[in-house]
């Protein structure tokens, strides 16, 4: 038997107005589709802004449904409004926020499982990494250099 390690490293600004002007442009995007988000049962909000290899930036937020899993996070409603639209066309970078109508969020809040596995799919199609930022509703912003770096042992096509 041997033993595997997986490491994932992160990168971590202190906050918003530490990032790259950019990637705040980005996040600023995220920020306000958040608000907008349809998020009445959890009151959690989430902002997905995509910028995408020919400059166009995808926006999403999370929009839910009395029938709970009928509901979609930001990341999904964001990646398939871009993979509907500009199939062809990589994702570059990706920033996320998310806030609580019922607490101050400080931590920085990564994509769910569902989506990581959904996002994935993409950044494999395209054989290029997405840069990913996510923050809460203030505080620190945490950097993946990559989808894969968030879901190791991922599974893709590859296994099919
Ligand atoms: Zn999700």
Redesign the pocket.
Known sequence: MKELEIKSVLQVYDSFDELPEEIQNLMSESITIRDKAYAPYSEFLVGAALLLENGEVVLGNNQENACYPSGL?A??TAIYYAGANFPDVPIVKMALSARSLKYQLLTPTP??G??RQSIAEYEVKQDKPIEIYFMGETGKVVKSSSLANLLPLVFDNSYL
Do not use: I, S, T, V
Request: aromatic share 0%; hydrophobic share 15%; proline share 14%.
């Open positions: 996070c990341e999904r994509p769910c569902a989506c």
